[in-house]
Every structure is written in structure tokens, then in C-alpha cells.
């Protein structure tokens, strides 16, 4: 009855509809198109033409995505119509278009590594790639020996790269922290599963998977607790909600909160655990630990794309939360990013002197290029932003290069990746060495290369927004990073090849596809950045 009496007494407001703008979420969704798509070949494409069917569809998704990126910023998403979209939950915006092109160029190149079949002898008369025949059968039993006898192949790791893929576009474009969290979590799964996949050393490779899910558990749950206590703070998790209280320009309070907002504590403690959950995603020093491990028993496509595109995300996820949320905190938060620039620029360079791996040089390799490039964060000027977004872009295609060259050095167990296995290879494989030398030269900086160009954009931009000393630090670092390139380089040219020494696989199209790319981006950056850089100078506003 009074149901009936409330019913009668007026009208019920009706729950608004959410107000999505999906072309300009366009990117995102055709690659989580293509991901249920790949889900569904799984199921229902026959098992022989699973990988072809996989490999086309995941190319053809991420390709479409990037026409969309691009014609997002042709028609001015990245400049004059810069906005928050989908109900203040993703900005469109210059560098979110900007993050987003370069994540989905270089999954489109790392994807070729994943399909390459042509390294391994056939087993049993079937080709073989990089990934477990069954990933779901205990290493050496008797059931993975049979699904290696029977040809079957893993070719989940397709839809589990688009599934990361995914996550990684939204992660530099979200403009509230759930958000954020959400895709962390989506890109981070998959990339767990993905790193426990090797066909050979797979007990290394699932110890990796291991590490790689704890240490990620801890980060994301340092990160979520950090969400709660700026929720508390601000008593809300938009970005541009959050910059208000911290500016002190809030008008309404929310009653329910009135005893905690504005207390500065929660917002420092909170604030403090979501720098800590995304520079764990970085591999900043002190939370760098599981990169070397995760590196070394990856297999080593996924071990280029996580490299890559992880680091792409992370970094642009890093500058929004910077600039767009924390701007008024900038005196607390600049001397701590000092501090974790410095002791990372100098652990990543002097810790890689010591590395008899070549995947674990590169892991420390790329721990010092995150000291490098959170220069460039800490500048907090627009020359920062834009010289961070061209040093990411310049390192990923290098990243993957040079892991899709680790691919291809290989002896009776697989990848060679023991440096004593390298001596020599200049002599044995000379173009090999050759590629490969340019990669370490654009590492280390040498002029002509794009790293070079990255490096003097980001410490020319750290030095404007006065930071000389931690450029003073950085050049230094780089010097003791260019001594571990450089002996690689002098270890294969000039030092006699093993009788016994592993031999360089001929790689398909793919591959040499992926190497090339890398090569073409390193020299054309390194000689004619400035184009390059304008179109980052142009990406560099945040919409707020």
C-alpha cells in the first residue's frame, strides 16, 4: 500500500544514462574488439589454422587502433578539442594520443617477434615458436612431451597481448584513480600469464611469471591503498577533483568526509603509495628487484614488449598524476623524484657492469634509461613533457630490436644469452653484430643515434627547470653505461668465435621486419629528430 500511495504522489527521478563518447574511445575498443575476437578463433578456429588466423587478426586490430589514434589527432582531440571523456574517466588529450600511438606501433612490431616459427629445428614436423606446445602441462612430464609430438602450439598469447594492450592505452589516459587501478590490473594479468610461457628453460620462465605476480600484487595494493587515502583527502578520485582541494579552490565539501578532507597527512601517506605502485611499474630503484629475474625467464618476444610498452604506460600515467593531480605538492614531491632519479640512474648503470647475461644487462640497461627519462619528469615545465614523450618513443622500437636480435643467437638449448656465447659473433654473423651494435650505441647515447637526441632533449629540459645537478649525475651514469655497451660491442668484433660457439638463426620476414624497424627508427631519429620532437612539443598539453 505504500508503494502504491508513493507511486501516486509523483514521479520517480530515472537513473541518468552514462554519456559515452566511443569514437573517441575508439582505439581502446577495437583492440579489446579484436581480444574477444581472438578469444572466440580460440574456441571455435580449427587448431591448424589457429596461428595464422591469430597472427592476421592481432595485426589487423592494432594497425586499426592506430588509424584511429591517428585520426583522433588529425581532427584536433590532441590540441583545440582536448577533453575529458567518458564521464571524467579518460582524458583525450596530446600526449594520451600521443602515449597511446607509440604503445600500439610497438606491439604491432613486437607482435611480429611472437609469431616467429622459424628459429627452432621443427619438431616432429611442425613449426615451432617461442611459447610452451601446452601451457597447462607440468614442465618434462609426460603430457607436455606429447602435446610437443602432436605440433600443438600456444596461440592464447595473441588475445593475452591485445587483453595487455588494452589496459596499456588506458593507463596514461585516466583521468580518476579507479580507473587507473582497473588498467593496471587489465594490462598487468596478462603479462603475468604471458611471462610464464617459454618453450625452452620453463621452470625459469614460471619462476619469473612467480616473482613477477607477488612483487606486482604488493605494488598494485600499495597503489589501491594509496587511492583510499586521497579518496579520504579529497573525497573524490577524479584528477582535476583531487587538484582542487590540494589547491585549496574546493567549494563543496561532502559532510560524510568534512573530518578527513584536507588533512595533509592522508594526502602525502596516499600520494607517497601511488608514486611508489607506478614506479614499481617503471623499474625505479629501490622497486626495480623483479626486472632482472622477470627479463631473464620471459621469453624473450615478451620480454621486448614488456620492455617497451609497460614503460611507455607507466611513464605517461606518472606525468599525468604529476602534472594534472599534484601540481600544488610540487615542493614535496620534486626532492624525493630527485632522489629516486639519481640512485636509479647510478644502480641501473654501475650493477649492469657486472651482468653475464645479455637479457639481464638490457633489464639493468633499462633501469638506468627510468633514472634517465624521470629527469625529464622532474623538469615540471612543457620542454619536460615533450622530451619524455620523444625519449619513450625512440626507446621502445630500440628495446624491441635489440631483444628480437637476442632471438636469433642461439645454440643447442635455445637462446645463447650468455655473454661468453657473443665472443666472436662479429666474425661469424657480421650483420647480426652489426644491428645489434647500433642498438647498444643508440643505449649509450653515441650522436647520430636516437638515443642521443632522447637523452639531450630530457637532460636539456631537466637543466631549464633547474635541475643541473641531477643532469651532472646523469651524464655521468651515462659514461659508466657506455663502457658495459661498448665492451659488448668490442667483446663480438674483436675477440676470436668458440669452435663450439652458438650459431644466428635466419628468422622469417617477421622478425627481420622487427629489426629493421628498430634500425630505421634509431637512425631517423638520431639524424633528423626535429620533426619528431615538434610533433611531442605539440602533444605536450594536458587537458585539465
Known amino acids: 500500500m505504500m508503494g502504491l500511495a508513493a507511486a501516486a504522489a509523483g514521479p ?32 571455435f578456429v580449427p587448431r591448424r589454422a589457429r596461428h595464422y588466423t591469430q597472427v592476421f587478426l592481432t595485426v589487423a586490430g592494432l594497425a586499426a587502433a592506430f588509424a584511429a ?83 600443438f602450439t600456444t596461440s592464447e598469447v595473441f588475445p593475452l597481448a591485445l587483453f595487455a594492450v588494452a589496459g596499456m592505452l588506458v593507463f596514461p589516459a585516466a583521468n580518476d584513480l579507479l580507473t587507473l587501478f582497473v588498467a593496471l590490473e587489465v594490462f598487468s594479468l596478462p603479462l603475468y600469464l604471458l611471462c610464464a610461457l617459454a618453450r625452452r628453460q620453463r621452470l625459469m620462465s614460471q619462476e619469473a611469471a612467480v616473482k613477477y605476480f607477488l612483487l606486482g600484487a604488493f605494488s598494485s595494493a600499495f597503489l589501491l591503498f594509496g587511492v583510499a587515502l586521497v579518496y579520504g583527502y579529497a573525497g573524490t578520485v577524479t584528477y582535476a577533483g583531487i587538484a582542487d582541494v590540494v589547491d585549496g579552490t574546493v567549494v563543496k565539501i561532502d559532510p560524510a568526509l568534512a573530518d578527513t ?80 632519479a639519481i640512485i636509479t640512474m647510478l644502480a641501473g648503470a654501475v650493477i649492469a657492469v657486472t651482468q653475464t647475461d645479455v637479457k639481464r644487462l638490457l633489464a639493468y640497461s633499462s633501469i638506468a634509461h627510468a633514472g634517465f ?30 631483444f628480437a636480435v637476442v632471438t636469433l643467437v642461439r645454440d643447442a638449448g635455445g637462446e645463447a644469452t650468455h ?45 631549464e627547470g633547474g635541475a643541473g645537478a641531477l643532469v651532472v649525475v646523469g651524464v655521468i651514469s651515462s659514461a659508466i653505461a657506455a663502457f658495459f655497451y661498448i665492451r659488448v660491442i668490442v667483446l663480438m668484433f674483436f675477440s676470436e668465435p668458440k669452435a663450439d660457439g652458438p650459431t644466428v638463426a635466419v628468422p622469417s620476414p617477421l622478425t627481420m621486419t622487427t629489426i629493421a624497424v628498430g634500425v630505421a627508427v634509431t637512425v631517423v631519429l638520431g639524424l633528423a629528430p626535429q620533426y619528431f620532437l615538434d610533433l611531442a612539443d605539440q602533444a605536450s598539453v594536458f587537458v585539465r
Request: aromatic share 10%; hydrophobic share 55%.
Open 12 to 43: 520517480v527521478d530515472k537513473i541518468p544514462a552514462p554519456h559515452i563518447e566511443y569514437a573517441q574511445l575508439s582505439p581502446v575498443l577495437i583492440v579489446l574488439g579484436a581480444a574477444v575476437l581472438g578469444v572466440l578463433v580460440e574456441a
Open 69 to 151: 589514434v591517428v585520426g583522433l589527432a588529425a581532427a584536433g582531440y590532441g590540441t583545440t578539442k582536448a577533453h575529458i571523456a567518458a564521464m571524467g574517466a579518460v582524458a583525450v588529450d596530446g600526449p594520451a594520443l600521443f602515449l597511446q600511438g607509440t604503445i600500439l606501433l610497438a606491439s604491432v612490431v613486437a607482435v611480429f617477434t611472437f609469431a616467429e616459427r622459424r628459429l627452432d629445428p621443427a619438431a616432429h614436423g611442425s613449426k615451432v615458436d617461442s611459447f610452451a606446445a601446452q601451457a597447462a602441462s607440468v614442465p618434462g612430464s609426460d603430457s607436455e612431451r606429447e602435446a610437443v609430438r602432436a605440433g
Open 261 to 340: 578532507m584536507g588533512n595533509d597527512a592522508l594526502l602525502l601517506i596516499g600520494g607517497a603509495m601511488i608514486l611508489m605502485g607506478l614506479l614499481f611499474k617503471v623499474g625505479a630503484v629501490p622497486f626495480h628487484m623483479w626486472t632482472p629475474d622477470v627479463y631473464q625467464g620471459a621469453p624473450t618476444p615478451v620480454t621486448g614488449f614488456m620492455a617497451a610498452a609497460t614503460k611507455v604506460a607507466a611513464f605517461g600515467a606518472l606525468l599525468r598524476l604529476l602534472y594534472v593531480v599534484l601540481p600544488g605538492l610540487r615542493w614535496d614531491w620534486r626532492p624525493v623524484m630527485w632522489g629516486v
Open 373 to 402: 627519462i624521470l629527469a625529464g619528469v622532474i623538469a615540471t615545465n612543457q620542454e619536460g613533457i615533450s622530451s619524455v614523450l620523444f625519449y619513450l618513443g625512440a626507446y621502445s622500437f630500440v628495446t624491441i630490436g635489440a
Open 419 to 463: 655473454l661468453s656465447k657473443w665472443a666472436g659473433l662479429g666474425r661469424r654473423s657480421p650483420l647480426t653484430a652489426a644491428v645489434f651494435a647500433v642498438f647498444l650505441l643508440a643505449f649509450a647515447g653515441i650522436p647520430l643515434t636516437s638515443g642521443f637526441a632522447g637523452k639531450f632533449a630530457v637532460f636539456k629540459a631537466a637543466a
